[in-house]
């Protein structure tokens, strides 16, 4: 890294970012998050007060209590892990292979407004279940 024709070092940029972060407690470095850019533009605050609008609109129209007002949740999971172990592998190989599997498990969540929430629905894409698959599942998912 050039720094006004300087060169700094890999230590000399760590000991900056530490002081940085000493002076700076209350920020901290994150990941940044991908979201699509459609989500990102579609959220904002008019967009926001009009769905309450609306809400109000067919609580006030039907009569709703938190007991009927309800929200389904699905969520993808995917069955591989992001990063793969390593092994060891002998130094002329060139590749060393894994089988991964193409399925996304769904998981469905319902809660209620006043609270109270089902299990989690687990939906596996097979016409026969495996009783492996329910392994480390949450109790009477």
């Known amino acids: 890294m050039a720094f006004l024709g ?3 070092f890999s230590w000399q940029v760590d000991i900056a970012r530490l002081g940085y972060q000493n002076r700076h ?3 901290s470095l994150r990941k940044l998050e991908a979201i699509p850019a ?3 533009m579609g959220f904002n605050k008019a967009v926001a ?3 309450f609008d609306l809400m109000e609109k067919v609580v006030e129209r039907y009569g709703l209590t938190v007991e009927k007002i309800s929200h389904v949740d699905k969520t993808g999971i995917t069955v591989n892990p992001k990063t793969q172990s390593r092994v060891s592998s002998l130094k002329r190989r060139r590749q060393v292979e894994v089988l991964t599997s193409a399925d ?3 998981t469905y969540i319902c ?3 006043s609270r109270a ?3 989690p629905m687990l ?3 097979r016409k026969r279940l495996q009783q492996e698959l329910q392994l480390g599942k949450s109790p009477g998912a």
């Open 117 to 119: 929430y089902m299990l």
């Open 6 to 8: 300087f060169q700094l």
């Open 123 to 125: 939906v596996f894409p």
């Open 25 to 27: 407690s209350k920020l």
């Open 38 to 40: 459609s989500r990102a």
């Open 49 to 51: 007060n009009r769905f």
């Open 104 to 106: 996304r498990r769904q």
């Open 111 to 113: 809660y209620w407004a």
